[in-house]
């Protein structure tokens, strides 16, 4: 396969470049763009697909002149190809938050009408957080984009759980408990959520940070034994 495409990037050399270049031009009269997909021949056999992969190449590898780099983005050719992806999901992000209030995006949501993958395109983000360009980083932040949704998640439930006990005196939450949609957090089941809260620290899968500032509400850790565990237990030993 890799041997094949580095053929068929060879055999475009063979075609001068500004003949090539025109083949662009004409296409970009014809689609308004210069989104050439990677397999597109024209009428006369050039691969310009296959051409502008390695147009890209080339200037990553400082191969191309400053003159014909100025040509291409006259165009307005697109050197990374993903952009428009990226720039069309940002764009249905927006009118998402716009419509919901937040950029809480399910993960299998479609837009409307256009049936947009934006679900799909969301959860992506995600996945490259670490390694992620910081302009666009910056842009996503001016939507309220949410990087970690457990971390998301149990700051709500937290929230939630610092209502109950504003409004009732205490952290007993019973079981089946759920919040209000109405409500500031929006609904969940903050029963079961204190329970997981009680098995996580069992585990050790509570952060101390967590532990801290659930103990400093009044959490009940074991609220049917009556005996309180103590956050000392899950300290590291000396």
């Known amino acids: 396969m890799y041997k094949d495409l580095a053929q068929k990037l060879k055999e475009t050399e063979s075609t001068p470049w500004d003949i090539a270049y025109q083949h662009l031009v004409?296409?970009?009269?014809?689609?308004?763009?210069?989104?050439?997909?990677?397999?597109?021949?024209?009428?006369?056999?050039?691969?310009?697909g296959f051409w502008l992969l390695k147009l890209r190449q080339d200037r990553a590898n400082g191969l191309l002149t400053e003159d014909q780099i100025s040509r291409l983005d006259e165009l307005k050719f697109v050197w990374d190809p993903h952009e428009p992806h990226w720039e069309k999901g940002f764009a249905e992000i927006q009118k998402y938050r716009e419509k919901h209030g937040d950029s809480l995006v399910p993960e299998n949501?479609?837009?409307?009408?256009?049936?947009?993958?934006?679900?799909?395109?969301?959860?992506?983000?995600?996945?490259?957080?670490?390694?992620?360009p910081r302009e666009k980083y910056q842009r996503l932040c001016t939507v309220d984009y949410v990087w970690d949704l457990r971390e998301y998640d149990w700051k709500r439930a937290f929230a939630a759980l610092e209502i109950y006990k504003g409004e009732n005196g205490d952290c007993l939450v019973p079981s089946d408990y759920v919040t209000d949609e109405e409500s500031v957090t929006g609904e969940l089941a903050l029963g079961q959520w204190v329970i997981k809260q009680r098995i996580d620290m069992v585990y050790s899968w509570l952060t101390e940070e967590k532990m801290l500032k659930l103990d400093s509400i009044g959490f009940d850790w074991t609220p049917e034994s009556g005996e309180p565990l103590h956050l000392h237990l899950y300290r590291k030993n000396d």
């Open 26 to 48: 004409d296409y970009r009269k014809e689609h308004t763009n210069t989104l050439v997909p990677q397999f597109y021949s024209t009428d006369d056999g050039f691969t310009l």
């Open 109 to 132: 949501y479609l837009t409307e009408g256009e049936h947009y993958e934006l679900g799909d395109w969301a959860r992506a983000q995600r996945l490259t957080e670490g390694n992620y």
